[in-house]
């Protein structure tokens, strides 16, 4: 059974900065690219990022690009998004998703979400 | 970017109701298509993918079709369980974009 288990979320400051963690379960993980996805209170979904299984060929939506980095470790099973510069409007849970194969497949598994608070 | 853009915002059905849900593509995206079910203070659940395919464990209730620009997910029969809200997700090119979703509620 596929698990994704994230962690890193809290309250930070505008300005600041959060790493966010989700570790997969069950899977070759190195096999899969991975993606984040962010939720905002009341919102729809929002595409994040997405890293191929390699760690190469890492996409950002506009409204992060030059401030959040995704990576991965494939020995630790785990992708990270380091998030900078934070704002008000970054405030969401964050999802971390499995992708079916590479950066150009469908979503199949997902993490129950951290939630991130960006308020003074 | 591509846009998504799904019709209706919401819809009221009853159990045993058939219901359909459209997307649409501001280009065309082939089959990269996925479609995602979420319940309230839930994370998203993934149901089909490249347009047409079921998610392993996804009942069979649940269809998808369609190429190109426009698409549709369709619940032959509504359940007690599928009242939730339903995105449509473009991932043919990046930045992968989601549809505004489409609530679906009882009658």
């Known amino acids: 059974e596929v698990q994704l288990l994230e962690s890193g979320g809290g309250l930070v400051q505008p300005g600041g900065s959060l790493r966010l963690s989700c570790t997969a379960s069950?899977?070759?993980?190195?096999?899969?690219?991975m993606s984040w996805v962010r939720q905002a209170p009341g919102k729809g979904l929002e595409w994040v990022s997405t890293i191929s299984g390699s760690g190469g060929s890492p996409y950002y939506a506009n409204s992060v690009k030059g401030r959040f980095t995704i990576s991965r470790d494939n020995p630790k099973n785990t992708v990270y998004l380091q998030m900078n510069s934070l704002r008000a409007e970054d405030t969401a849970i964050y999802y971390c998703?499995?992708?079916?194969?590479?950066?150009?497949?469908?979503?199949?598994?997902w993490g129950q979400g951290t939630l991130v608070t960006v308020s003074s | 970017d591509i846009q998504m853009t799904q019709s209706p915002s919401s819809l009221s059905a009853s159990v045993g109701d058939r219901v359909t849900i459209t997307c649409r593509a501001s280009q065309d995206i082939s089959n990269y298509l996925a479609w995602f079910q979420q319940k309230p203070g839930k994370a998203p659940k993934s149901l089909i993918y490249a347009a047409s395919s079921l998610q392993s464990g996804v009942p069979s209730r649940f269809s998808g079709s369609g190429s190109g620009t426009d698409f549709t997910l369709t619940i032959s029969s509504l359940q007690p369980e599928d009242f939730a809200t339903y995105y449509c997700?473009?991932?043919?090119?990046?930045?992968?974009?989601f549809g505004p979703g489409t609530k679906v509620d009882i009658k």
């Open positions: 998703a499995k992708r079916n194969g590479g950066t150009y497949t469908g979503v199949d598994n």
């Open positions: 069950g899977i070759t993980f190195i096999n899969y690219a």
């Open positions: 997700q473009q991932y043919n090119t990046y930045p992968l974009t």
